[in-house]
């Protein structure tokens, strides 16, 4: 890339130079320069003399200065990218930490966590560790519509609602002792997905399971916050600052989870708190 930047620079450097060359005889063999059009053309020939000095003399200023800022834009954006990436690797891993703690409480759960796709204008899956969900859902799904409706989680038996799963789970036979647990996502009240847990038979559900559900969706929302602190404070260049610094000084490769800590203290600092 400097290579090819030099010898761009070396071609404009020969262009001015052999224009500059053709407008000096143009005003040496001239008949008359008391025209104004002459007086723009002297101008020009004395700036153009200025300019292929420095150029000459100091070849390495002006090529220094542009290397300089191709640099300082290419580690800009590179910052940007890693930023990104690490922010999308910490959604993710809420996402997994949510179904991870479901799974716990009875590993013959299936967890499937889906979001609304605004692309594709329906839901869609967030965790790829499950064979029993679709990886879209129609936002007008009946089912879909009844999870979204409540404000806390609700079990589904499949028996009592038959016809209505093929759009959600993937084709298998069914027994009819088949149960989903499905609760929203809701954050800022307004619902951005949900979450559904299949379960082979619903005698396999505890009391306590859907208290556990709701706590794996408030660790989704609650990180949710997190991010949105960081987007909004990606603004302020004193906090670019700070992230940039912790960016050089971590190694995102073993863990970016210390790199989401590190901006989560900065985030804090920069807001003020009333003493209760």
Not at 12 to 32: C, D, E, G, K, N
Not at 135 to 161: F, M, P, Y
Request: with cysteine.
């Amino acid at each position: 890339m400097q290579g090819f930047l030099f010898c761009t620079m070396v071609l404009y450097r020969q262009i001015a130079v052999i224009l500059l060359f053709f407008v000096t005889l143009i005003l040496f063999f001239a008949p008359s320069q008391d025209n104004y059009i002459f007086v723009i053309l002297k101008g020009l020939v004395i700036g153009g003399l200025f300019v292929v000095f420095i150029s000459y003399a100091f070849p390495n200023l002006l090529l220094k200065k542009k290397l300089l800022n191709i640099n300082n834009n290419q580690s800009k954006n590179i910052d940007e990218k890693t930023f990104s990436s690490a922010i999308k690797d910490h959604y993710e891993r809420l996402i997994k930490h949510a179904e991870e703690i479901i799974i716990a409480m009875n590993e013959d759960y299936s967890v499937g966590i889906y979001m609304y796709d605004s692309v594709n204008k329906a839901f869609s899956i967030q965790n790829n560790s499950t064979d029993f969900f679709k990886g879209l859902i129609e936002k007008e799904n009946n089912i879909v519509a009844k999870i979204l409706s409540a404000n806390k989680s609700q079990i589904l038996n499949i028996k009592d609602n038959p016809g209505k799963w093929e759009n959600i789970l993937l084709e298998k036979s069914w027994k009819g002792s088949e149960t989903i647990i499905g609760l929203p996502i809701i954050y800022k009240k307004h619902a951005l997905g949900f979450i559904l847990v299949f379960a082979e038979h619903f005698s396999s559900i505890k009391a306590q399971d859907q208290n556990v559900i709701e706590k794996a969706m408030g660790i989704i929302t609650s990180g949710m916050d997190d991010l949105k602190e960081i987007e909004n404070l990606m603004i302020n260049n004193n906090f670019n600052t700070k992230v940039g610094k912790v960016i050089e000084e971590l190694d995102l490769k073993s863990d970016s989870s210390e790199l989401i800590d590190s901006i989560r203290g900065i985030c804090r600092s920069f807001f003020k708190y009333d003493k209760l």
